[in-house]
């Protein structure tokens, strides 16, 4: 058990619905990352929140969301899902200056 | 860009044998992080090792050894005696130093079976 939880584990979903993905990183950890992983593309880097503000943006499309409350959790949105979005959804946080990033079991989404 | 690559998509090995994994890597940085995650059918992300560049001596944690070659771009993970609890999709990782380029680069992952 890495000490981050992601919810729900499950999530099946029709297209063009948005849905929400929740993540609460380890206790001390002010940086969350978020990670796609599908069978075209890959574990691919989406987006870090560190203390509350974006740091670092990587391929997350225009329909996606994130942000990270004062409490440090962070939410992924979706929005106008496609069949395309059908993915493992990883969440990972570390600690200010980490070099580990320790990752949840992640969130299967599947659009119908 | 920094790019990841991983040429074997698939290895079998005989249970308490020992297999090598190979992992390359482009980038233009002179410090960086390298790791190695195990992705066991759970689908759980779990670090298995890391190496720093800077550091010349190859990581090892227990039956994992890295062979890093930083002239070759070359990482490569060794796992001794094999186990089937082993069996999993590895992954290859980069991570930039500096504090700006946090994010994980992967490979496209080796498919690792054991064979009893």
């Known amino acids: 058990d890495s000490g981050v939880t992601q919810t729900p584990k499950h999530l099946i979903t029709a297209t063009g619905q948005r849905v929400t993905l929740r993540c609460s990183p380890r206790?001390?950890?002010?940086?969350v990352y978020w990670y796609q992983q599908s069978l075209d593309q890959g574990l691919q880097f989406l987006i870090q929140?560190?203390?509350?503000?974006?740091?670092a943006k990587g391929n997350i499309l225009e329909r996606f969301s994130a942000q990270q409350f004062p409490d440090l959790h962070s939410e992924l949105n979706l929005s106008s899902l496609e069949l395309g979005d059908s993915a493992l959804y990883f969440c990972?946080?570390?600690?200010?200056?980490?070099?580990?990033?320790?990752f949840g079991p992640g969130t299967r989404l599947t659009v119908l | 860009a920094q790019t990841v690559t991983q040429s074997q998509p698939e290895m079998s090995v005989q249970e308490a044998e020992t297999v090598t994994l190979s992992c390359t890597y482009d980038?233009?940085?002179?410090?960086?992080?390298l790791f190695w995650y195990k992705q066991p059918p759970s689908r759980q992300m779990i670090l298995v090792i890391r190496?720093?560049?800077?550091?010349?001596q190859n990581a090892t944690e227990n039956r994992f050894s890295v062979n890093f070659q930083k002239a070759a771009k070359s990482f490569s993970l060794k796992i001794s005696d094999s186990q089937l609890g082993d069996a999993a999709m590895y992954f290859c990782?980069?991570?930039?130093?500096?504090?700006?380029?946090?994010?994980?680069?992967f490979g496209q992952g080796t498919r690792l079976t054991i064979n009893p």
């Open positions: 990972a946080s570390s600690v200010a200056t980490g070099i580990e990033q320790f």
């Open positions: 206790s001390g950890d002010l940086s």
């Open positions: 929140y560190y203390n509350g503000e974006e740091r």
């Open positions: 980038t233009s940085e002179s410090d960086y992080y």
């Open positions: 190496q720093e560049a800077y550091k010349q």
């Open positions: 990782a980069y991570r930039a130093s500096f504090q700006g380029a946090q994010k994980l680069v």
